[in-house]
């Protein structure tokens, strides 16, 4: 069986969530299958797999366009395939012409949903009505749909009603847990601007709406003064919300010390000696399928302070492996708290409860390995994936 692997993102060009699930799906998966990956962007010299520029005439479109541009050559080259199997709207116009030109199933891997990100009309314009076209025409006609949790599987059901219930599937994100462990390496953090002999909080994301970034700078405030937040934030979706959190990080910086901000992606064994030096790891998101960050975290033994929505629930066992903001949001596709300062409020007392008992907080983080190693181990996934490609061939 070949199948091709449709993506934007993919190493060395990973800025988020869904290229780590797809970097580490396709190692997986090439145990025993023939995959090929076609990405977005430079040139890639691993073998069976090929990337895309924009073409030139589309460089200057909006971001849409140039992405039907590369959607347009992947799906030239998908021939000879037995299966596409496509992730983000960025690739699902690829995978469902490819459906439609080579006759073959198209499976899509939903990482998060275009009408649950309103939002992103700031960055795309008027583009935001077409990857929403994008993406609900792939989803309904593909012969699978993957959802990285439960909570996700219910959106995609509510988002998209003429899609038949019984082609989607629920297949959670994983977790290299060889990769990913406690590291220890007090020097490396300290090059970093953070001390490992205080205690700190940790946030990893990008800078957009969904990640609630601002209300943790807000709930910030209400920390004790000898406790650090350490932000590895970067990437913003767009100037606006760049400039909001500029300046709610500098207004805190103001009112107390150990603030900080690496605005540049991490290479991984820092990042996990970042986690590793930290108390608690916070995912104020107001919009998560699931939260591969969580996963991080909890596989380098750090408890996880997330908000209760989406699928961060599926993976924070509330006292068990950290704890769960509770938040009420508005049905209208924004996620937006109904009450922002309680949820503020709310964010704030459940980070301090996790820090005013180091001892409890250890425990937690030691749960979370375990349930990262019984439960989110790549090998698991790629058996349901491979199940799910056989069903359909």
Wanted: net charge negative.
């Amino acid at each position: 069986m070949r199948v091709d692997l449709l993506t934007k993102e993919y190493p060395p060009e990973v800025y988020g969530g869904a290229g780590v699930h797809v970097a580490e799906l396709v190692r997986a998966l090439r145990a025993d299958l023939d995959v090929v990956v076609r990405c977005f962007g430079a040139p890639r010299h691993d073998p069976d797999t090929y990337a895309y520029p924009v073409p030139i005439e589309l460089t200057d479109a909006n971001a849409t366009l140039s992405t039907l541009g590369v959607d347009l050559q992947m799906a030239h080259d998908v021939v000879g395939a037995d299966l596409v199997h496509s992730h983000t709207w960025y690739a699902n116009g690829a995978g469902h012409i490819a459906k439609l030109l080579h006759g073959i199933p198209h499976v899509v891997t939903a990482h998060s949903l275009e009408p649950l990100r309103p939002w992103k009309a700031e960055q795309l314009g008027g583009g935001y009505r077409v990857s929403s076209w994008i993406e609900k025409t792939a989803f309904e006609a593909a012969d699978a749909v993957i959802a990285v949790s439960d909570g996700m599987r219910r959106d995609i059901v509510r988002s998209y009603p003429a899609l038949d219930e019984s082609r989607v599937h629920v297949v959670y994100n994983g977790i290299d847990l060889e990769r990913w462990k406690p590291v220890v390496a007090d020097d490396c953090v300290r090059t970093l601007g953070i001390d490992p002999d205080r205690p700190s909080v940790v946030f990893v994301g990008r800078i957009t709406r969904q990640k609630g970034l601002p209300y943790l700078l807000r709930a910030a405030a209400l920390l004790p003064d000898d406790v650090q937040l350490v932000l590895c934030a970067g990437a913003p979706d767009t100037p606006d919300i760049l400039a909001e959190v500029t300046a709610g990080v500098r207004a805190l910086q103001e009112q107390r010390s150990g603030v900080v901000w690496i605005d540049r992606l991490l290479p991984q064994h820092e990042l996990a000696a970042v986690l590793t030096a930290g108390t608690v790891f916070v995912c104020p998101s107001i919009y998560e399928p699931l939260g591969i960050v969580n996963l991080e975290a909890m596989a380098c033994a750090l408890p996880v302070v997330g908000t209760a929505t989406g699928g961060i629930p599926e993976v924070v066992s509330d006292g068990v492996t950290g704890r769960l903001v509770p938040i009420e949001q508005r049905q209208d596709g924004t996620g937006t708290p109904i009450n922002p300062e309680l949820f503020v409020a709310d964010l704030g007392r459940v980070l301090n409860e996790v820090l005013a008992d180091p001892a409890a907080a250890a425990e937690m983080g030691r749960a979370g390995r375990l349930r990262a190693e019984r439960e989110f181990g790549w090998g698991q996934i790629a058996t349901r994936t491979r199940e799910i490609y056989a069903g359909l061939l």
